[in-house]
């Protein structure tokens, strides 16, 4: 949806979407995120989970593994992916770009506020599972191991320094979890 939100916006790939509706004027920036909505909103027609999260999901509720999520999208196409493919699971909390007093991924303060709700101190016992640089900067730079889901468009990032570990599906991290990820680069899975 970046390229579709970038044409809507009038921007070429190099510029981060919501930083350049922060740059803004502030009477602007109500129109531009409407139309970043809107391309979201388009896109909720035809969402699908990524291969392997229900299985995922499951091995994780099954270990007593709490679960949160941290997304640049906005409230509406979570609920939507939620209600539609994970009705039973529960994600708390849940951090969107509009979450009051935290800046968006790339920022680690979503991560950073979910170890803190989560009673941790700290992410260094948690995995930032994503798909972007902002996840993996996010996860990063909160202390966290972080874990790409690779696709066509990002396999690049599995050399980036803030990559931890990649993965080609999501319930590819079950058998990884079971054989005891440690979570950083440095440290190999056992």
């Known amino acids: 949806m970046f390229t579709e939100m970038r044409e809507a916006l009038g921007i ?5 979407i919501l930083q350049h509706i922060r740059d803004l004027p502030v009477a ?36 007593g593994l709490r679960r949160a999520l941290c997304t640049r999208n906005f409230e509406t196409p979570v609920k939507n992916l939620l209600d539609n493919h994970l009705p039973a699971h529960v994600f708390l909390p849940i951090i969107t770009r509009d979450t ?13 506020h979910i170890a803190s709700e989560w009673g941790l101190g700290n992410a260094e016992n948690m995995i930032m599972v994503g798909d972007s640089i902002d996840d993996m900067t996010s996860g990063h730079m909160a202390g966290a191991a972080t874990v790409l889901l690779v696709n066509e468009r990002n396999g690049h990032l599995g050399e980036h320094p803030h990559t931890d570990l990649c993965i080609s599906q999501l319930d590819d991290l079950v058998g990884i979890l079971e054989e005891g990820f440690l979570g950083t680069r440095e440290n190999e899975v056992e």
């Open 100 to 112: 009051p007093n935290l800046l968006p991924k790339p920022d680690p303060a979503g991560i950073l």
């Open 12 to 16: 070429d790939r190099s510029i981060d």
């Open 28 to 63: 602007e920036q109500p129109t531009a995120v409407s139309k970043i909505q809107d391309v979201e909103r388009r896109a909720m027609a035809d969402q699908q989970p990524q291969p392997g999260l229900v299985r995922l999901m499951e091995y994780l509720e099954s270990r």
